[in-house]
């Protein structure tokens, strides 16, 4: 008995029960932490993407009629700087194009582009370049296909914001050169990185460009061009606004989904870190 006694004075039964409790709420704490991780994780990933997916659709059906206005006018100008100024065709070919060019430019208000209408208009306008009565029509025909090669560029980059697919290819098929030239460069200055992003759900004109950068003059072009280069921009017409590229999107959403990654990969560092302290303190 006074052995029994000797040990629960020095160990009584209510702190060894204690320190088992202590070890079972740690291990309960370490399993929270761990789900709210896991939930935390979950909508992040889930918020990013159903925002940028809704933002860009949004986008599209707020801007669809403003890029429409724009294609018309384009058409206007294009055609009129541009076709044989003293042709007796003229007036006729004038109306025939802008009537073929803007009912191809209304496909952008569809909600997913039809490749067969496109093509059907392709063939129109080769029928009628076959039908070409005079040799000097072919720098009207130059000018037509120019502009409907813009359209389709436009249309790309539509539809893009409804049926965006993810093609994976292994890593050793990279090319270095063409990945640090057509993508890394053009983006890792942080003035065309802004304009990128400024464009992503709106056009911007090059004054808008010079407010967000603080840029001018030669400076801002220089960096505009950069872009326009590498196709990641376009502008809708001579000293009109610009707008991002099908190529330009995906950069970005590679980009966010790259910071997304990285920043829940810091996060769940930082809480296992939290677990290693608590390990410690326990020890």
């Known amino acids: 008995m ?3 006694n000797s040990i629960e004075k020095k160990c009584p039964v209510s ?10 709420e740690m291990k309960a704490v370490r399993a929270k932490l761990s789900e709210i991780h896991n939930d935390i994780k979950k909508i992040i990933e889930c918020s990013n993407k159903l925002y940028f997916e809704a933002a860009l659709e949004n986008s599209k059906h707020e801007y669809s009629n403003i890029l429409l206005n724009h294609l018309f006018k384009d058409i206007e100008i294009g055609l009129e700087r541009n076709m044989v100024k003293k042709c007796p065709e003229k007036v006729n070919c004038t109306s025939v194009f802008t009537s073929l060019l803007q009912q191809n430019a209304e496909l952008i208000k569809h909600g997913k582009i039809d490749g067969t209408l496109i093509s059907n208009n392709r063939k129109r306008l ?20 120019s502009l409907f090669v813009k359209q389709v560029n436009l249309m790309r980059s539509m539809r893009v914001y409804s049926d965006n697919q993810e093609h994976k290819s292994s890593i050793s098929s990279i090319k270095t050169d063409a990945v640090m030239s057509e993508i890394l460069e053009p983006v890792s200055n942080n003035h065309r990185l802004e304009i990128l992003k400024a464009v992503a759900y709106e056009m911007k004109s090059f004054s808008a460009f ?6 001018r ?18 502008q809708m017409h001579e000293r009109g606004d610009y707008m991002i590229t099908d190529k330009g999107l995906k950069i970005l959403q590679g980009l966010q989904e790259i910071y997304s990654s990285l920043q829940n990969s810091q996060m769940q560092n930082h809480t296992e870190n939290i677990l290693q302290e608590e390990k410690k303190i326990r020890t």
Do not use: M, W, Y
Request: with cysteine.
């Open 2 to 4: 006074g052995v029994e």
């Open 15 to 24: 702190q060894v029960v204690s320190e088992d409790q202590k070890t079972e």
């Open 126 to 145: 080769d029928e009628l370049r076959c039908g070409a009565p005079f040799s000097k029509c072919e720098q009207c025909f130059s000018e037509v296909s």
């Open 217 to 234: 003059g030669g400076n801002l072009l220089f960096h505009l061009q950069k872009l326009l280069d590498n196709g990641l921009i376009l």
């Open 210 to 215: 010079s407010e967000l950068t603080n840029l």
